[in-house]
């Protein structure tokens, strides 16, 4: 065993090197002083960040990212929490098909989900003009998120503390809104950060599934790297990083506790 922890220790300390090594390649090169996208920085600088927040496109794609990341969220929060309550509570001998159908979309690869949209949209005579199919898919990646969580905080609570809310004269809906709501919030919460992260950074859904017009800021910044090779590139995925940094930052503020 006097062996086995430093083994251990070592391993783990190399996993976190390999996930965050090209997270602190990405911020040192949005610094870069130089005119091209190089590592290690020629110089230090912050003109590339002034660059970005003067640049229009950008600005419009974070803007359009922010609301379908939140749009897609909000309808995933609401679909996912009612799903979640009809599998821990109602689903008996359909449960497995309930849940192998909402996590669907987290199984297969994002690409067949994409195809598979595009072709049922096209089919129906919507197409991707009116952004329903990108919006829909945007949903169906982040269900998944929502549904684990609010399961995960329903599987471990009493529904005998509902039920005795109920016996008292509350009625479904005030029973749900004071005990239930409260009680997997937390589930919802992390549910949500999750499904606005992936939403917002999500790349195979959004290149397949956008219209004309406005793009999601992965798809606007793959289309910058295929004629531009600047820093500006970093400072853009520098800014998103620290976007998620804080959303993960905050919910574990206010419901790591649970």
Known sequence: MGLVTPLLSLLRALVYVFLLAPIVVVVLASLNAGNFLTFPPQGLSLRWFWTFLNNDVFIDAIVYSLILAALATA?????????????????????????????????????????????????????????IALFTGHVLMTLPFVFLNVTTSLQGRDDAVELAARTLGASRMTAFRRITLP????????????????????FGVSFILKGAGS????????????????????AVSTVSILLTLVLVTLSNMLFGRD
């Open 75 to 131: 309808v995933s929060l609401v679909l996912g929490t009612m799903a979640a309550l009809y599998f821990v509570r109602h689903a008996r001998r359909e449960a497995e098909v309930v849940r192998i159908g909402v996590l669907l979309p987290l199984i297969l690869p994002e690409i067949l989900t994409a195809i598979a949209l595009l072709f049922f949209f096209y089919e129906i005579g919507i197409g991707t003009q009116y952004k």
């Open 183 to 202: 009680l997997i919030a937390p589930g919802m919460a992390t549910g949500g950060v999750f499904a606005f992260i992936i939403s917002f950074d999500t």
């Open 215 to 234: 793009a999601p800021l992965p798809i606007q910044l793959y289309d910058y790297l295929r004629f531009n090779f600047t820093p500006e590139a970093a």
